[in-house]
């Protein structure tokens, strides 16, 4: 088989995964990957197949039929588990040619009423929604009521309105795990402001980047953050970004969180203690038109800097209370523990709205996951008797490699539900989380999604399903994943593809803020009429799906997003740098490492110096998630005739596999092969 259009197919089936463990996250060209085997990986049975989940196996079946036929009773159901001041009368409305998304458009709600007042008003606001645990074990922690949390976003909303916040301004908020971060969401969600979070480890230039494209007139950020006894400088890094030409914002909320010595600017900067020692006691919830924007999140793709996708109201808050619900099989007293970040989608969904709109109780961490040694999180669990834990496959190899004594130190009886998140896990991993952390008790959810997904797609369900360990499993309702290879043909049965979707559910982003036509371009173009994913998958004999990976210039560093493209951008910043081409290679623990070949203008020298400066220049451009693993030098990179960069070649140089590099007569000069792969073995 050749493919040969513009989408670069890199896979590995489930097969080669196996063979290939220690290559996690490394690229395949789809012609080089195997024939389907005719041995499928076993199922393991889900060590919870009980009656109290809600769902079990017939329940799937039925709910997953009915969501496929008649979706819009499907969702009208699901969408009562929200209130809502209108009910939505119109269920789906949408066309993916020409783009445009529509769930529950005339109904009203208010997103933040559904996560925390109805609770209260309910009778439940004695019930603990978070239980904030801090970087330092022996920190300050606190525990906050449904109750208490409405008086904090009452709060905080009332702040952000006295700064002049309104309806469909945009806040950009920049801190560290804590309880602020959430509520600050809450608080905007509350008085129709559209958030924009921005993960605390991004740079000032990062920052500013996306203050200026949302056009952005407030941000919310503390004074600093803790991450494993470190502080993080986020209102310096504020204070740097609104330097900048076109990151220009009315005020700045500070957060004091550390009590750091910071500088605050004279009628743009505003204590929040201050702020809000004078706000009124009530905050009416805004009516909220289900297609209204919620929420701004900026994610890499293959070309260009991030873009902001944009979420709304009715259909996201639909769609993770749903998600939420189904997959992590929540049930009322449980301690459900996430611990992404606030800055990831992951936070945003199964952080913040997911589980508060099903009342539920969580832990929020502000620490790490190796921090004041390798058995945090299993401390953590046992101190708050956690019973469902989602994290990503690079913390559970990082841990993995540390040896099993760190979780033993710590009673994990509670747990009954481990997930993950954020790349492919290997099954090596994957037994790991089960056997050791799990103790072969608690069934492993590999959820599937993307910051455009709103919420999870494709998963196993605790009580419906057996588990293939490094295969996400099942679509959830709703979901109507399709295969296809390069020039869009649909692809059946057992076989590898590029992973899109047909039909649209309610989670879905709706546009590019600021940018239809982006959106249109980037998902609805390489295959007209499906949103395409920009993953890798193979769906096997049992119809579970394994994703296998980016198909595009996009990378996944530790379940980090990150454009080849946009550290190409920040090296070539450097004044000494002529030209750059990045790559992920594998990575043991990261999944995909960054590999960088860089081209120096003449009469530059490439020293340690310089390696470590350029290292920084990065770091500085984007943030310390984009740090280069390896800068290989060259003097040039393999090119066409056309000019065009052939990174197939330069991607298989980065995993050291010499031997099948293809075709390389039509490049312009051949012998920039050789020394690309001289340098690489010398290194
Ligand atoms: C990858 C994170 C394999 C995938 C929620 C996707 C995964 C990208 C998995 C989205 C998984 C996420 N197995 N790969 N369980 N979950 N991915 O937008 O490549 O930060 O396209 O959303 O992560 O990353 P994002």
Not at 233 to 258: C, F, M, Q, R, W
Not at 261 to 268: C, Q, V, Y
Not at 330 to 342: Q, T
Not at 405 to 430: F, Q
Request: charged share 20%; net charge negative; hydrophobic share 35%.
């Amino acid at each position: 088989m050749v493919y040969t259009t513009n989408v670069a197919f890199n896979t590995y089936s489930y097969f080669e995964y196996n063979r290939l463990e220690n290559h996690i996250g490394g690229r395949m060209m789809m012609s080089d990957s195997l024939e389907a085997t005719k041995d499928e990986p076993e199922i393991i049975a889900s060590p919870r197949q009980d009656a109290e989940s809600h769902c079990a196996a017939a329940d799937y079946d039925r709910l997953y039929a009915q969501s496929l036929s008649d979706p819009d009773a499907f969702w009208s159901k699901q969408s009562e588990r929200l209130d809502w001041m209108e009910s939505p009368a119109t269920i789906a409305n949408w066309s993916y040619d020409p783009v445009d998304i529509k769930w529950f458009e005339d109904g009203v709600l208010n997103i933040c009423h559904n996560a925390v007042d109805r609770h209260v008003a309910a009778g439940r606001g004695d019930i603990t929604a978070l239980i904030f645990e801090p970087d330092d074990p022996e920190g300050a922690g606190r525990t906050l009521s449904y109750a208490e949390l409405l008086a904090e976003v009452i709060r905080m909303a009332g702040a952000l309105k006295k700064l002049g916040v309104k309806k469909g301004d945009r806040v950009t908020i920049y801190m560290p795990m804590i309880v602020e971060g959430a509520v600050a969401m809450l608080a905007c969600a509350r008085i129709g402001a559209i958030h924009s979070v921005v993960f605390g480890g991004f740079s000032p230039d990062a920052l500013a980047g996306r203050i200026e494209d949302c056009q952005s007139k407030f941000v919310v950020c503390a004074d600093a953050g803790l991450r494993g006894g470190k502080p993080v400088p986020l209102k310096s890094n504020v204070d740097a970004a609104l330097e900048k030409d076109g990151a220009d914002v009315d005020a700045v909320l500070v957060i004091n969180h550390t009590g750091s010595d910071i500088a605050m600017t004279e009628g743009r900067d505003h204590w929040y203690h201050e702020v809000a020692a004078d706000v009124p006691t009530t905050c009416p919830c805004e009516p909220m038109g289900a297609e209204d924007p919620l929420f701004i999140l900026y994610t890499s793709g293959s070309t260009g800097k991030p873009k902001g996708v944009l979420h709304t109201t009715g259909g996201y808050a639909v769609w993770v209370a749903t998600t939420f619900h189904y997959v992590f099989d929540y049930k009322p007293g449980e301690v459900f523990w996430c611990s992404a970040d606030i800055g990831w989608v992951t936070g945003h969904s199964y952080i913040v709205y997911g589980p508060l709109i099903n009342g539920a109780t969580e832990v929020m961490f502000e620490g790490v996951p190796n921090y004041p040694d390798h058995g945090r999180f299993w401390e953590v669990v046992a101190k708050h008797k956690v019973n469902i834990f989602y994290t990503a496959p690079t913390a559970i190899r990082a841990l993995m490699r540390e040896g099993d004594a760190p979780v033993k130190a710590h009673d994990r009886s509670s747990i009954r539900l481990l997930g993950t998140v954020g790349e492919p896990i290997n099954p090596e991993a994957w037994r790991w989380y089960y056997d050791v952390v799990g103790e072969a008790k608690s069934p492993i959810i590999d959820t599937w999604w993307q910051t455009e997904t709103g919420g999870v797609m494709i998963t196993t369900l605790p009580g419906a399903h057996g588990m293939k360990p490094g295969s996400a499993g099942k679509p959830f309702f709703g979901i109507q994943p399709q295969l296809v290879d390069n020039e869009g043909a649909v692809l059946d049965g057992a076989t590898d593809g590029n992973l899109c979707i047909t039909a649209s559910w309610p989670g879905q982003a709706r546009s590019v803020y600021g940018d239809h036509e982006r959106f249109i371009q980037t998902y609805f173009t390489t295959y007209k009429g499906k949103y395409f994913t920009g993953d890798g998958c193979r769906r096997d004999g049992d119809d579970y799906y394994w994703i296998t990976g980016r198909v595009d210039d996009v990378i996944n560093v530790s379940g980090h997003r990150m454009g080849t493209a946009e550290v190409e951008s920040a090296l070539v910043s450097h004044p000494k740098v002529a030209e750059a081409a990045v790559v992920g290679y594998p990575h043991d623990i990261k999944g995909q490492g960054i590999y960088c070949y860089v081209t120096l203008n003449a009469g530059e020298e490439a020293d340690d110096a310089f390696t470590t400066e350029l290292r920084n220049h990065v770091r500085t451009e984007i943030g310390p998630i984009a740090t280069p693993d390896h800068l290989h030098f060259t003097p040039g990179l393999p090119k066409t005739r056309s000019g065009k960069i052939m990174r197939r070649i330069l991607r298989k140089i980065a995993e050291n596999d010499f031997g099948t590099l293809g075709d390389t007569s039509t490049l312009a000069d051949p012998t920039v092969v050789d020394t690309l792969i001289d340098g690489r073995m010398n290194r």
